[in-house]
């Protein structure tokens, strides 16, 4: 990779993970540190992905904010245009969305929030009960903003 793509690989790393630790939302905080680096993502689209987090809408069953906020970010550089829906599906980027769940999922042991609430916590919780997510906030430490920041760091490398 050249080094400037690394450098920006690096960038948006210590933007997402610091974005994680200070202000939470796991989605927003990927999309956010993309677009401070490399532009493609829009307010809008920041926006958009903030009930995503914890596993869509902290209920914990769906694939990890961190995660869908990599993948938002691919596609806002390589989906399919609203003008161009009669065209097919747009399987490079699919392919490219695959390669980051794969890796994702190597890489952490699982892909759902609560998978990785086991991983990082060693047990799930129930975000929405307070002292809940105040003991798995306590016991995941900084692994889902490493996550975050991993995630974001692959998402520059793969656009």
């Not at 493609?40 to 596993?55: E, F, P």
């Not at 609560?114 to 991983?119: F, G, N, S, V, Y």
Request: proline residues 2%; hydrophobic residues 35%.
């Amino acid at each position: 990779m050249p080094s400037d793509k690394q450098a920006l690989a690096d960038e948006a790393y210590s933007k997402a993970l610091r974005y994680e630790l200070d202000y939470g939302c796991c989605p927003q905080c990927v999309l956010a540190a993309v677009q401070e680096t490399v532009g493609i993502v829009d307010d809008a689209t920041i926006k958009a992905s903030h009930g995503l987090s914890g596993g869509g809408g902290l209920c914990g069953k769906g694939a990890c904010g961190a995660l869908t906020g990599g993948l938002m970010a691919l596609s806002a550089r390589r989906g399919r245009d609203r003008d161009r829906l009669h065209q097919g599906r747009g399987m490079n980027n699919f392919r490219r969305a695959r390669e980051l769940v794969d890796r994702f999922r190597t890489e952490f042991g699982g892909i759902t929030c609560e998978e990785l609430q086991l991983r990082f916590a060693g047990r799930t919780y129930d975000l929405w009960n307070p002292e809940e997510y105040s003991a798995f906030t306590a016991a995941r430490g900084d692994q889902c903003a490493r996550a975050t920041a991993v995630v974001t760091r692959w998402v520059i490398e793969m656009i």
